[in-house]
């Protein structure tokens, strides 16, 4: 299983499983997903942008995909 971590980039992140992790990125308020600037946004990033812990987010993200195998 990938583990993520706060310098993966949302688009890697999306490639590893879209389904496991769009949800939790549209919950935050990220829902341009498919904008090119948000494929090259580290979730650090996006997670500063929309006003969340970056820890919390991976830690939830990580969750979701281990939750996914």
Not at 19 to 40: E, N, R, Y
Not at 44 to 63: I, K, P, R, S, Y
Request: proline letters at 3%; glycine letters at 8%.
């Amino acid at each position: 299983m990938a583990q993520i971590t706060k310098d993966t980039m949302i688009g890697e992140l999306l490639n590893i499983n879209l389904d496991a992790c769009a949800p939790v990125l549209m919950g935050i308020g990220m829902h341009c997903l498919g904008c090119p600037s948000s494929q090259m946004e580290t979730i650090a990033e996006a997670a500063a942008v929309h006003g969340v812990d970056a820890d919390a987010l991976v830690q939830t993200l990580n969750e979701r995909l281990a939750a996914a195998n």
